[in-house]
């Protein structure tokens, strides 16, 4: 089969682009971790508030030896509780969020946070939030944290547009 | 009408696209510029998940 110059040099180019694309990704996969979550844990979503994980005194934000976060939340019909977040930028944080009805969404503006909350299963979203951004999106406090809002972005019901909180972003120490 | 000879037509026609080359690879620049500006200026930059 002949193969005319041109294309060949088209051919390589288009290998090219494709080498450098797919390089970045892999690049970020290993040197950030930034790829799709790896495991799939499940929970009995007619029995969340019972589990030690969900009760509602043990939702919230934690913080762990290793100086990660851990925000526990459970998106429901119309709101996602608590209703207090406060989280440090720069650090690690590990989201951990389920839902005792419905499809919901979770999403934070100004970071990467952006995820489906299946029932049935525990939507774990590793994250560093980048203080930077944040602030264009949210309201900054004189104190230097911002309150950005938070969404529910999966159609849940009637009441879906009223699903939203806020949660506050504490500058880097 | 064409003022070209059939000899300067058959030459043309025979000769390697130049002009499209140089199209794609404007398109290929562009296209790669635009994508790791969004992949590492836009994604990347409001923090790693997984």
């Avoid at chain 1, 080498?19 to 009995?44: K, N, Q, R």
């Avoid at chain 1, 019909?77 to 389920?98: D, L, N, S």
Wanted: net charge negative; with cysteine.
């Amino acid at each position: 089969m002949q193969v005319a110059p041109f294309e060949k040099r088209w051919t390589g180019i288009i290998g090219i682009m494709v080498a450098v694309m797919l390089g970045s990704i892999l690049y970020t996969a290993f040197a950030y971790h930034a790829h799709p979550p790896g495991d799939v844990e499940t929970v009995d979503s007619t029995r969340l508030h019972l589990t030690e994980e969900f009760r509602e005194d043990n939702l919230g934000v934690t913080t762990r030896p290793d100086g990660s976060v851990l925000v526990t939340l459970v998106a429901h019909r119309y709101g996602f509780t608590p209703k207090h977040i406060e989280i440090p930028a720069g650090k690690p944080v590990i989201f951990r969020v389920a839902t005792p009805d419905v499809l919901h969404g979770l999403h934070i503006p100004g970071t990467n946070i952006n995820t489906m909350v299946v029932p049935g299963y525990i939507s774990v979203v590793n994250a560093v939030i980048n203080y930077d951004e944040v602030v264009k999106y949210g309201e900054l406090a004189d104190n230097g944290s911002v309150t950005v809002p938070v969404f529910c972005n999966e159609f849940c019901g009637l009441n879906h547009h009223s699903m939203w909180t806020e949660v506050i972003i504490l500058p880097d120490s | 009408m064409s003022k070209l000879t059939r000899k300067e037509e058959q030459k043309i026609l025979a000769s390697p696209p130049k002009g499209t080359f140089a199209l794609l690879l404007i398109f290929a620049v562009l296209f790669l510029t635009c994508w790791l500006l969004l992949y590492f200026g836009r994604y990347m930059v409001l923090g790693p998940v997984s």
